[in-house]
């Protein structure tokens, strides 16, 4: 069974920046592509950065030049380092596998960009 823990939300100044970790167990983590996903109050769930097992790594054009995603496969964690925040950006993040692998949700963290 994979759980995915996220963590590092929390409420950030426009501009600011904030690192999300993302922690998987339950499964041989390094062979998997895995995204940060968000939902924003009354929207879809959507995809912002992906990488895959080999560390390529593809953005959302929003995420692009803002956001960097990382993965250290002997820490089964995959992090988020988002910068120059908007209130665009405010949202619950989620990470996952590639959504055809079947995994099953984490709780997500709270992002929220406000002055």
């Known amino acids: 069974q994979v759980r995915l823990v996220e963590s590092g939300g929390g409420l950030a100044q426009p501009g600011g920046s904030l690192r999300l970790s993302c922690v998987v167990s339950g499964r041989s983590f390094t062979i998997y592509p895995i995204g940060w996903y968000r939902q924003a109050p009354g929207k879809q769930r959507e995809l912002v950065a992906r990488?895959?097992?080999?560390?390529?790594?593809d953005y959302t054009d929003s995420a692009k030049g803002r956001f960097t995603i990382s993965r250290d496969n002997a820490k089964n964690t995959v992090y988020l380092q988002m910068n120059s925040l908007n209130p665009g950006d405010t949202a619950v993040y989620y990470c996952?596998?590639?959504?055809?692998?079947?995994?099953?949700w984490g709780q997500g963290t709270q992002v929220t960009v406000s002055s």
């Open positions: 990488i895959t097992s080999g560390g390529s790594t």
């Open positions: 996952n596998a590639d959504l055809h692998f079947g995994w099953s």
